[in-house]
Protein backbone atom coordinates (compact mmCIF):
# COMPACT_ATOMS: atom_id res chain seq x y z
CA UNK A 1 0.00 0.00 0.00
CA UNK A 2 3.16 2.39 0.64
CA UNK A 3 3.97 1.79 -2.75
CA UNK A 4 0.37 2.23 -4.21
CA UNK A 5 0.53 6.10 -2.09
CA UNK A 6 3.08 7.16 -4.35
CA UNK A 7 0.84 7.20 -7.45
CA UNK A 8 -0.45 10.32 -6.06
CA UNK A 9 3.24 12.09 -6.87
CA UNK A 10 1.90 11.45 -10.85
CA UNK A 11 -1.54 12.94 -10.17
CA UNK A 12 -0.96 15.98 -8.19
CA UNK A 13 0.47 18.95 -10.14
CA UNK A 14 4.20 19.49 -9.43
CA UNK A 15 4.06 19.31 -5.75
CA UNK A 16 6.25 20.91 -3.18
CA UNK A 17 4.79 20.78 0.11
CA UNK A 18 3.39 17.82 1.51
CA UNK A 19 1.96 16.52 5.07
CA UNK A 20 1.81 13.07 6.30
CA UNK A 21 -0.32 12.52 8.94
CA UNK A 22 0.81 8.83 10.62
CA UNK A 23 4.65 8.41 10.59
CA UNK A 24 5.03 4.73 11.48
CA UNK A 25 8.53 3.67 10.94
CA UNK A 26 8.82 6.14 8.09
CA UNK A 27 8.85 4.03 4.97
CA UNK A 28 6.56 6.27 3.08
CA UNK A 29 8.30 9.59 4.37
CA UNK A 30 11.88 8.44 3.09
CA UNK A 31 10.11 7.50 -0.92
CA UNK A 32 8.72 10.78 -0.05
CA UNK A 33 11.75 12.66 0.22
CA UNK A 34 13.69 10.35 -2.01
CA UNK A 35 11.07 11.19 -5.04
CA UNK A 36 11.68 15.10 -5.48
CA UNK A 37 14.97 16.81 -3.70
CA UNK A 38 12.58 19.94 -3.64
CA UNK A 39 9.63 18.40 -1.53
CA UNK A 40 9.14 19.74 1.85
CA UNK A 41 7.59 17.59 4.08
CA UNK A 42 5.39 17.95 7.54
CA UNK A 43 4.70 14.70 9.55
CA UNK A 44 2.41 14.47 12.41
CA UNK A 45 2.83 11.32 14.87
CA UNK A 46 1.43 10.44 18.33
CA UNK A 47 3.45 8.34 19.90
CA UNK A 48 7.46 9.96 20.26
CA UNK A 49 8.77 6.46 20.94
CA UNK A 50 7.69 5.81 17.09
CA UNK A 51 9.78 8.55 15.47
CA UNK A 52 12.68 7.73 17.75
CA UNK A 53 12.53 4.33 16.46
CA UNK A 54 12.56 5.87 13.25
CA UNK A 55 15.03 7.49 13.12
CA UNK A 56 17.55 4.90 15.24
CA UNK A 57 16.56 1.98 13.88
CA UNK A 58 14.71 2.78 10.46
CA UNK A 59 17.15 4.27 8.70
CA UNK A 60 14.64 7.82 8.73
CA UNK A 61 16.90 10.61 8.17
CA UNK A 62 17.57 13.90 10.54
CA UNK A 63 17.13 16.52 7.22
CA UNK A 64 15.66 19.68 7.28
CA UNK A 65 13.15 18.62 4.85
CA UNK A 66 10.96 16.91 6.93
CA UNK A 67 9.72 18.32 10.19
CA UNK A 68 7.97 15.92 12.66
CA UNK A 69 5.50 17.27 15.18
CA UNK A 70 4.13 15.00 17.90
CA UNK A 71 0.98 14.87 18.99
CA UNK A 72 -2.81 14.47 17.66
CA UNK A 73 -3.17 14.16 14.09
CA UNK A 74 -6.85 15.89 13.90
CA UNK A 75 -5.78 18.85 16.39
CA UNK A 76 -2.83 19.04 14.03
CA UNK A 77 -4.53 19.59 10.96
CA UNK A 78 -7.36 22.31 12.38
CA UNK A 79 -4.73 24.52 14.26
CA UNK A 80 -2.19 24.33 11.20
CA UNK A 81 -1.94 27.61 9.07
CA UNK A 82 -0.19 25.55 6.93
CA UNK A 83 -1.72 24.58 2.59
CA UNK A 84 0.07 21.68 1.15
CA UNK A 85 -0.39 19.82 -2.24
CA UNK A 86 -0.25 16.41 -0.62
CA UNK A 87 -1.76 15.55 2.33
CA UNK A 88 -1.41 11.47 3.06
CA UNK A 89 -3.28 10.08 5.81
CA UNK A 90 -1.56 6.69 7.42
CA UNK A 91 -3.35 7.19 10.90
CA UNK A 92 -2.99 3.31 12.45
CA UNK A 93 -2.95 1.97 15.96
CA UNK A 94 -1.87 -1.27 17.41
CA UNK A 95 -5.48 -2.50 16.77
CA UNK A 96 -5.85 -1.53 13.25
CA UNK A 97 -6.94 2.19 11.66
CA UNK A 98 -7.34 5.04 14.04
CA UNK A 99 -11.20 6.15 14.02
CA UNK A 100 -9.96 9.50 12.66
CA UNK A 101 -8.68 7.88 9.02
CA UNK A 102 -12.21 7.31 7.97
CA UNK A 103 -13.97 10.25 9.88
CA UNK A 104 -15.96 13.32 8.03
CA UNK A 105 -13.96 15.85 10.17
CA UNK A 106 -10.50 15.09 9.58
CA UNK A 107 -11.16 14.70 5.74
CA UNK A 108 -12.87 17.92 5.38
CA UNK A 109 -9.98 19.10 7.56
CA UNK A 110 -7.72 18.08 5.10
CA UNK A 111 -9.29 19.40 2.46
CA UNK A 112 -9.30 22.89 4.18
CA UNK A 113 -5.59 22.66 4.34
CA UNK A 114 -5.03 21.94 0.54
CA UNK A 115 -4.10 24.25 -2.28
CA UNK A 116 -5.67 24.62 -5.26
CA UNK A 117 -5.20 21.51 -7.22
CA UNK A 118 -4.38 20.15 -3.92
CA UNK A 119 -4.51 16.07 -3.53
CA UNK A 120 -5.46 13.65 -0.41
CA UNK A 121 -4.16 10.26 -0.44
CA UNK A 122 -5.61 8.22 2.27
CA UNK A 123 -5.00 4.57 2.92
CA UNK A 124 -8.00 3.11 4.35
CA UNK A 125 -8.17 -0.69 5.26
CA UNK A 126 -10.67 -3.07 6.57
CA UNK A 127 -12.15 -6.52 5.45
CA UNK A 128 -15.35 -5.15 6.99
CA UNK A 129 -17.85 -4.42 4.08
CA UNK A 130 -19.88 -1.14 5.97
CA UNK A 131 -17.02 0.07 7.69
CA UNK A 132 -15.77 0.37 3.97
CA UNK A 133 -18.91 1.96 2.83
CA UNK A 134 -18.48 4.61 5.78
CA UNK A 135 -15.32 5.37 3.94
CA UNK A 136 -16.66 6.12 0.90
CA UNK A 137 -19.25 8.24 2.05
CA UNK A 138 -17.19 10.14 4.39
CA UNK A 139 -14.89 10.76 1.01
CA UNK A 140 -17.34 11.73 -0.93
CA UNK A 141 -19.08 13.88 1.24
CA UNK A 142 -15.86 16.08 1.43
CA UNK A 143 -14.43 16.05 -2.42
CA UNK A 144 -17.77 14.97 -4.14
CA UNK A 145 -17.30 13.94 -7.33
CA UNK A 146 -14.01 14.06 -7.12
CA UNK A 147 -12.03 10.81 -5.57
CA UNK A 148 -10.72 7.75 -7.41
CA UNK A 149 -9.43 4.23 -5.78
CA UNK A 150 -6.97 1.49 -5.89
CA UNK A 151 -7.93 -1.50 -3.91
CA UNK A 152 -4.69 -3.40 -3.29
CA UNK A 153 -4.30 -6.68 -1.47
CA UNK A 154 -4.34 -6.81 1.75
CA UNK A 155 -7.57 -5.13 2.33
CA UNK A 156 -6.35 -1.75 1.51
CA UNK A 157 -8.07 1.03 -0.41
CA UNK A 158 -5.97 3.68 -1.64
CA UNK A 159 -7.95 6.65 -2.10
CA UNK A 160 -7.11 9.59 -4.11
CA UNK A 161 -9.68 12.65 -3.59
CA UNK A 162 -8.82 15.73 -5.39
CA UNK A 163 -9.08 19.43 -4.55
CA UNK A 164 -10.58 20.39 -7.71
CA UNK A 165 -11.30 18.30 -10.99
CA UNK A 166 -9.84 14.70 -11.56
CA UNK A 167 -6.84 15.56 -13.80
CA UNK A 168 -7.29 14.58 -17.42
CA UNK A 169 -4.51 12.20 -17.75
CA UNK A 170 -2.84 10.70 -21.10
CA UNK A 171 -2.60 7.18 -20.30
CA UNK A 172 0.56 6.65 -21.82
CA UNK A 173 1.78 9.67 -20.85
CA UNK A 174 0.89 8.44 -16.57
CA UNK A 175 2.27 4.79 -17.69
CA UNK A 176 5.83 6.20 -18.74
CA UNK A 177 5.96 8.51 -15.83
CA UNK A 178 5.01 5.30 -13.63
CA UNK A 179 7.67 3.61 -14.90
CA UNK A 180 10.49 6.11 -14.70
CA UNK A 181 9.81 6.79 -10.56
CA UNK A 182 9.37 3.19 -10.13
CA UNK A 183 13.08 2.41 -11.44
CA UNK A 184 14.53 5.73 -9.69
CA UNK A 185 12.42 3.89 -6.14
CA UNK A 186 13.40 0.22 -7.57
CA UNK A 187 9.43 -0.86 -6.92
CA UNK A 188 7.08 -1.56 -10.10
CA UNK A 189 4.92 1.38 -9.74
CA UNK A 190 4.02 0.65 -13.61
CA UNK A 191 1.96 -2.09 -12.17
CA UNK A 192 0.40 -0.23 -9.79
CA UNK A 193 -0.63 2.87 -12.61
CA UNK A 194 -1.63 0.15 -14.99
CA UNK A 195 -4.18 -1.24 -11.70
CA UNK A 196 -5.25 2.12 -10.89
CA UNK A 197 -6.01 3.15 -14.82
CA UNK A 198 -8.22 0.27 -14.79
CA UNK A 199 -9.86 0.28 -11.72
CA UNK A 200 -10.75 4.13 -12.79
CA UNK A 201 -11.19 3.68 -16.50
CA UNK A 202 -14.48 5.32 -17.08
CA UNK A 203 -14.00 8.59 -15.10
CA UNK A 204 -10.12 9.01 -16.03
CA UNK A 205 -11.85 8.43 -19.88
CA UNK A 206 -14.51 11.38 -19.00
CA UNK A 207 -12.22 14.10 -17.39
CA UNK A 208 -9.95 13.57 -20.37
CA UNK A 209 -12.50 14.61 -22.67
CA UNK A 210 -14.28 17.02 -20.80
CA UNK A 211 -10.51 18.86 -20.73
CA UNK A 212 -9.80 18.85 -24.44
CA UNK A 213 -9.97 21.84 -26.43
Not at 22 to 45: M, N, P, Y
Not at 76 to 88: E, I, N, P, S
Not at 140 to 162: D, K, N, R, T, W
Request: glycine letters at 10%; aromatic letters at 8%.
Amino acid sequence: YTQAMLLGLLLAREPKSALLLGLGGGALAQALLACDDGLALEAVESRAAVVEIAHRHLALPHTDRLHIHVGDAYAFVRATGQRYDLALLDLYEANGMHRDQNGAGLLAACRARLNHGGLLIGNHWSWNFEEHRRTHAALQESFPGHVLYLCVQGGHSIAFAFGGAVPGLRRADFFARAQDLGLRLDIPLQRLARAFWGQNAEVLQAARLSQRP
